[in-house]
Nanobody, 115 residues
Framework: QVHLVESGGGLVQPGGSLRLSCAAS????????MGWYRQAPGKQRELVAR???????DYGDFVRGRFTVSRDSAKNTVYLQLNSLKPEDTAVYYC?????????WGQGTQVTVSS
């Protein structure tokens, strides 16, 4: 079993920044990727960014250099730095741990971009 705990969401003005954290615990051997997805009201959940076990970083097309995913392997934690935020980035952001045959999700953290 794997447990994911997210933190760092909140309300920010357009153009602002936030840093999300996801701490993982449990059986983490053989993990394939860890990263972030988001879901806005009325929309499907979509990939924001993830790190594959090889170190390769995969980003959603809408990111366009504004977000950066990173990890601290010693702490089993993955981060998502959100810069130049736009109102359309408003969503619940979910941490994901992908083991290829199964996946785990965090409870989600709300990010609201509004003036």
């Amino acid at each position: 079993q794997v447990h994911l705990v997210e933190s760092g969401g909140g309300l920010v003005q357009p153009g602002g920044s936030l840093r999300l954290s996801c701490a993982a615990s449990g059986r983490l051997s053989n993990i394939y990727a860890m990263g972030w997805y988001r879901q806005a009201p009325g929309k499907q959940r979509e990939l924001v960014a993830r790190i594959i076990s090889s170190g390769y970083r995969d980003y959603g097309d809408f990111v366009r250099g504004r977000f950066t995913v990173s990890r601290d392997s010693a702490k089993n934690t993955v981060y998502l730095q959100l810069n130049s935020l736009k109102p359309e980035d408003t969503a619940v952001y979910y941490c994901n741990a992908d083991f290829t045959t199964t996946a785990y999700w965090g409870q989600g953290t709300q990010v609201t971009v509004s003036s």
